[in-house]
């Protein structure tokens, strides 16, 4: 019997000289892709050491690489799984924003073309992206954002399943125990494993409630920010000091004291069964009371709600990297590290107090960039940082390319595993290009697109309003001074322009017809 050949060993013309590893190695590395939510690289140790300590995420940086400019190209979750699913922009997938979007499964995708090459390709957890999955063999997903507590599932068949426990776990108790009872091990696989956490309203697992209560974390340097120079800054909606809801996001309830989003708080933790409820309420009503009684306002108020947020973030966080360890721990066990990628990353990073925020959206640093880290498989060669600027329309074909799989001219991201390999393509990417779009909705940003260099970002803020923001990284790196259209600065707003309207050609934004440079 003439015996078969099975569909991934299939490999794109170039890929063998492009690979360090054997062909036998390469066709069977897997990939472990854990995506979270909202968390920023503010709140990682291997990037900043002020905040938290986070020793499992720090594993893998220090047993492969961390990415010191990662970015992404819309700062909202639905689009930024968009993005790293299709390797494309916004405005190529569809999927511009999560008031009207819809993403359209139909599409070629990542995972299909893994499926394609021969991979399992499996993705448990937030989804996020209102259609139901495509391109993978098992899905087992939150509805919407999904609830930290005793949360539900939709499976495959579309039921809707309630589960027991906390979310973080059983999201990793599910991806391990597909690995281990429900892929065929004989081929090699793509599992996603994409967490609620650390999205708002930062629910704790009920272990650690009393964790980081005796931490006073440092006040950022720009939280009394006045946005002077801004334009689009002082219409937001994201301000910790004024629209932090004191029910859903501090915890602060009282049944009195309505507050917007007291039913949707409410809601949330009468998930709970009655034990659970006693004993977060214990916790949340004793520092209420306290609360009550200081009867604090501005400054003082202000300051006691970031070391609530900071707190409870913390916690969420905790048993986020508690689980990132399990997963680790099994593969290791399982004697699969050397042959599988794990990605660490999250759908975009976020405000921890710097100007006065919480959330993401603009182009600034904090929700422009994104922790991303890497356990590399046997054969890569890459240690340590890797500065190179890059960007989650890179997943895709970073991830087909290791698949030995053809990458479609259309896709607009970039292999990654030059990098991997500890090359530094003297071709590689100048600058990056941002498009965000969400707007009027949940917190007030507006439209904006721009361009961010090694040292420059230029952004341009449009539709109901026009203005440009030009900012000096080098020298004002929280930026906080818009030097656009000040003297001295004709000839890097002419360069900056230029560049942009080169991106925007070149991922074929038709906001170049709107707005034309």
């Keep these: 019997m003439k015996k078969s050949i099975n569909p991934y060993t299939r490999i794109a013309a170039g890929t063998l000289c492009l690979l360090p590893a054997t062909l036998a190695a390469q066709q069977r590395y897997n990939i472990v892709y854990i995506m979270t939510d909202d968390h920023t690289a503010q709140m990682m140790s291997c990037y900043d050491g002020r905040y938290v300590n986070t020793p499992n995420l720090d594993r893998i940086a220090?047993?492969?690489?961390?990415?010191?400019?990662?970015?992404?190209a819309n700062s909202l979750s639905g689009p930024s799984r968009a993005c790293m699913l299709t390797g494309k922009h916004s405005h190529k997938n569809g999927f511009t924003n999560n008031e009207h979007g819809i993403f359209d499964g139909s599409q070629q995708t990542m995972p299909k073309l893994l499926q394609k090459a021969g991979y399992q390709t499996a993705i448990i957890g937030k989804w996020h992206l209102v259609s139901d999955p495509t391109g993978f063999d098992f899905w087992n997903i939150v509805p919407g954002q999904g609830d930290y507590y005793n949360p539900s599932f939709i499976t495959m068949n579309k039921q809707t399943v309630r589960e027991e426990g906390y979310l973080t776990n059983i999201i990793t108790d599910k991806s391990i125990d597909w690995m281990e009872h429900q892929r065929d091990k004989e081929r090699p696989f793509a599992l996603f494993i994409h967490h609620k956490a650390c999205h708002r309203n930062w629910l704790p697992e009920l272990k650690y409630l009393h964790e980081y209560e005796d931490t006073t974390f440092p006040i950022p340097e720009t939280f009394y920010d006045d946005y002077a120079t801004r334009h689009a800054a002082p219409t937001q909606e994201m301000s910790i000091a004024e629209d932090m809801d004191m029910a859903?996001?501090?915890?602060?309830?009282?049944?009195?004291?309505?507050?917007?989003?007291?039913?949707?708080?409410?809601?949330?933790?009468?998930?709970?069964?009655?034990?659970?409820?006693a004993r977060y309420d214990h916790f949340y009503d004793s520092l209420a009371i306290d609360f009550r009684s200081r009867g604090l306002q501005g400054k003082a108020l202000a300051e006691f709600k970031f070391q609530r947020y900071m707190r409870d973030y913390a916690k969420v966080l905790k048993s986020l990297d508690d689980n990132v360890g399990r997963v680790l721990d099994y593969l290791r066990e399982k004697g699969l590290l050397e042959n599988?990628?794990?990605?660490?990353?999250?759908?975009?990073?976020?405000?921890?107090?710097?100007?006065?925020?919480?959330?993401?959206?603009?182009?600034?640093?904090?929700?422009?960039?994104?922790?991303?880290?890497?356990?590399?498989?046997?054969?890569?060669?890459?240690r340590g940082e890797i500065n190179e600027m890059v960007q989650n329309i890179d997943y895709a074909p970073t991830f087909l390319e290791l698949a030995g799989a053809e990458v479609p001219a259309d896709i607009q991201g970039r292999s990654l595993l030059p990098l991997l390999r500890g090359e530094h393509p003297r071709n590689w990417r100048k600058s990056i290009y941002y498009h965000f779009y969400e707007y009027p909705a949940e917190h007030m940003v507006k439209r904006h697109f721009g361009v961010r260099t090694d040292r420059y970002k230029l952004i341009h803020f449009y539709r109901d309003i026009d203005a440009w923001e030009l900012y000096d990284l080098q020298s004002d790196p929280h930026e906080l001074n818009n030097i656009y259209g000040q003297p001295g600065t004709e000839r890097i707003i002419k360069q900056l322009k230029k560049e942009l309207k080169k991106l925007q050609q070149q991922y074929d934004d038709p906001i170049l017809q709107e707005h034309p440079l």
């Design 340 to 382: 599988t990628l794990v990605v660490y990353t999250s759908d975009q990073g976020f405000y921890m107090g710097e100007h006065g925020w919480f959330d993401k959206r603009y182009m600034y640093e904090e929700s422009l960039s994104t922790p991303l880290v890497m356990h590399l498989p046997k054969g890569f060669a890459a």
């Design 248 to 277: 859903y996001d501090i915890k602060m309830y009282h049944p009195d004291v309505p507050t917007r989003l007291r039913p949707n708080y409410l809601a949330m933790i009468g998930r709970m069964n009655s034990e659970e409820r």
């Design 62 to 72: 220090n047993d492969g690489v961390k990415f010191t400019r990662s970015y992404v």
